[in-house]
């Protein structure tokens, strides 16, 4: 075998090397934010039980329009808004929006709750596709109905907002289910602190497994589908820890759009969201994060861990890989609207340390750490970089990976002990160590997919089939 130049021993140190920076600064950040997530839980306010909050808030609690936009969801659109009506919070009203559907969510909505047309008031302060019409249900006053030409969710969120006349907007995914007392734990920001806080996150739990009627959670359990099972543990990690020590640090990029909470005038004020990226959950909460630091007003955008909300996981490879390429590409395309942001003194905090997340873990992530998975090997066959090297990208891969997902289930027990079972603690730890052997690596390909998605400007949501929640 002919002996190859020195500089190709050179080169492959510096790509082993830069790809075992990356990984080393990925983890440091996570380590950074499992702390600051284990400080905010400890300093959060008691726990208080649903009668407790709703005597000490009920009298203070501000009013919330709850919107929901619905595109196709004939099946599921009744058990959805019957258990939006049954939320307890003293003070609310449930907009649906119907997005065009080509099914006949509009008429089962209509006939089940026997809504006639109505005319209403509306600002048009954020741009939509048009309103063809607006319904009440003289049985339910708090239910509101809004039908209007197909614009996709960010416009139907749009319309909502605009029709809603509460001070506070909930947004949701038509598919959610809140639980009963979400309302009144997400609303205690805007409560303890009115001026500052214009926008609060909640917890997004996996409902796959659970025992589910009436739109309600009877009875929290584990997912039998594996891949299901990993999303759980995910779902933890990226909210339990990231979300929280993100929040703790005042640098929170990011609130589900399947629910979070947001002043309306704030909202406004930004222009709502924006109807051409699949990331417009992200993208507002850095458009507002925008205003206010240009306007030099004091702010606060949160999350809080308690209130929940359960959602559907995918449990194919097929939608499952959409998904991920999907949320990809919404990263993306927001880093790319805002990057002047990026390292940006004006913006403080958010232009370091927020966009810094952002690009260590969300622009440049997959790729190093897929070009470490194809590259270094066959480099450490070649003869290229030492056994030392490979073995140290392994540990920081694998080792630092399992560390920070059994340290967020630690975290979950000792703190908010929503994990009833001994059992589903067990089964979780053993799934946080086995999705680094495949599913991680998996995960990454599909998000370099949504890389290549976006260079190449793909539009749009691409399926997402769902199975059902079970019923009991």
């Known amino acids: 075998m002919t002996e190859l130049p020195a500089w190709t021993f050179r080169a492959a140190e510096i790509v082993t090397w830069f790809v075992i920076a990356c990984g080393l600064v990925q983890v440091f950040l996570y380590v950074i934010q499992l702390a600051f997530a284990a400080v905010a839980l400890h300093r959060r306010p008691a726990f208080s039980s649903t009668s407790a909050l709703w005597d000490r808030f009920a009298d203070i609690a501000p009013s919330i329009a709850i919107v929901a936009p619905a595109y196709n969801e004939e099946l599921t659109i009744i058990e959805s808004v019957d258990a939006l009506l049954a939320l307890h919070y003293p003070d609310f009203e449930v907009i649906v929006v119907n997005d065009g559907s080509k099914d006949s969510t509009l008429q089962v909505v209509i006939d089940h709750y026997g809504m006639v047309p ?5 600002d048009r302060a954020i741009a939509h596709q048009p309103i063809r019409g607006l319904y009440a249900a003289p049985e339910r006053p708090r239910l509101f109905l809004v039908d209007k030409e197909n614009g996709g969710k960010a ?13 506070l907007v909930c947004v949701i995914d038509a598919d959610t289910l809140l639980e009963p007392d979400a309302l009144m734990r997400a609303v205690r920001p805007f409560i303890d602190d009115p001026l500052r806080t214009v926008a609060v996150g909640g ?12 739109g309600r959670v009877l009875e929290a359990r584990l997912p039998r589908n594996f891949l299901a099972l990993v999303q759980v543990v995910e779902y933890l990690r990226a909210f339990l820890m990231a979300r929280l020590g993100l929040s703790e640090m005042q640098t929170l990029m990011i609130i589900s759009g399947a629910f979070g909470l947001f002043r309306r005038n704030s909202v406004i004020d930004v222009g709502g969201f924006s109807a051409d990226t699949v ?16 306007q030099k007003r004091p702010y606060r955008i949160v999350y809080v861990p308690e209130p929940v909300s359960w959602t559907e ?11 991920r390429a999907r949320w ?31 690009w260590i873990v969300d622009v440049i992530g997959p790729i190093v750490e897929v070009a470490g998975y194809i590259l270094v090997p066959p480099l450490w066959l070649l003869g290229l970089v030492s056994f030392d090297y490979l073995l140290a990208f392994v540990a920081v891969i694998f080792t ?25 603690l067990v089964t979780l730890t053993l799934v946080a160590v086995l999705e680094n052997f495949g599913y991680r690596q998996l995960n990454n390909f599909w998000r370099v997919r949504g890389w290549w998605q976006f260079v190449r400007k793909k539009q749009g949501w691409g399926p997402m089939v769902r199975k059902g929640f079970q019923r009991s």
């Open 155 to 167: 416009d139907a969120m749009n319309a909502g907002i605009n029709v809603a006349r509460t001070p």
């Open 279 to 294: 990331g417009e959950d992200m993208e507002l909460v850095v458009k507002l994060h925008r205003r206010m630091r240009d």
């Open 328 to 358: 990809q590409r919404g990263s993306l395309e927001t880093y790319r609207t805002h990057k002047d942001m990026f390292l940006n003194p004006r913006y403080g905090r958010i232009g370091f340390l927020g966009f810094g997340q952002v």
């Open 203 to 214: 917890t997004i739990r996996i409902a796959n497994g659970c025992r589910v009627e009436g």
């Open 400 to 424: 630092f990976g399992i560390f920070i997902s059994v340290a967020t289930l630690i975290l979950e027990e000792v703190q908010l002990r929503r994990l009833p079972r001994a059992r589903d």
């Open 313 to 323: 996981a995918p449990e194919t490879l097929d939608i499952l890989g959409n998904q």
């Open 118 to 122: 109505v005319t209403r008031y509306h």
